[in-house]
């Protein structure tokens, strides 16, 4: 294995092939994992998976009461999570990205076999 060296001001690092992210994008990421990082969004996010829902049917299959979905769902709209879709009366909540089900799945990978606790 060969040693990188990457020169980050004045200073040579041995064994950095990049530079650190820069702090914008860091607290952005901070932002986003904020947001991934509560349990009932998580589930929310999980139901979402497949299909496009409205708030009562997610409520109903996450065993919430509605203005606590409603209120989960503002902070997953909010980091562009998750998506409304005006159908009829109703609107549709659907994940807005495909990559968010790779994500979970590479962050599962990262528990191991540790499992749930």
Same mark, same amino acid.
Request: aromatic share 4%.
């Given at each position: 294995?060969?040693?990188?060296k990457?020169?980050?001001g004045? =200073?040579l %690092?041995d064994g950095?092939?990049?530079p ?6 860091? !607290? #952005?990421?901070a932002? $986003?994992f +904020?947001?991934?990082?509560d349990?009932?969004r998580? =589930?929310? %996010?999980?139901?979402l998976?497949?299909?496009?829902i409205?708030?009562?049917?997610? !409520? #109903?299959?996450?065993? $919430?009461? +509605?203005?606590a ?14 998506r ?11 994940a807005?990205?495909e ?7 590479a962050a599962r990978v990262?528990?191991?076999d540790?499992?749930?606790?």
């Amino acid at each position: 294995m060969s040693i990188v060296k990457t020169q980050i001001g004045n =200073r040579l %690092l041995d064994g950095v092939s990049e530079p650190p992210m820069d702090n914008d994008e860091a !607290a #952005e990421l901070a932002e $986003l994992f +904020q947001a991934l990082g509560d349990p009932t969004r998580l =589930r929310i %996010l999980s139901v979402l998976d497949t299909a496009c829902i409205p708030v009562g049917a997610i !409520a #109903e299959a996450t065993g $919430l009461r +509605q203005p606590a979905v409603s209120h989960h769902l503002r902070v997953l709209r909010d980091r562009g999570l998750v998506r409304p879709e005006r159908r009829g009366a109703y609107i549709y909540y659907c994940a807005s990205t495909e990559a968010l089900r790779p994500a979970i799945d590479a962050a599962r990978v990262l528990l191991g076999d540790r499992g749930p606790r």
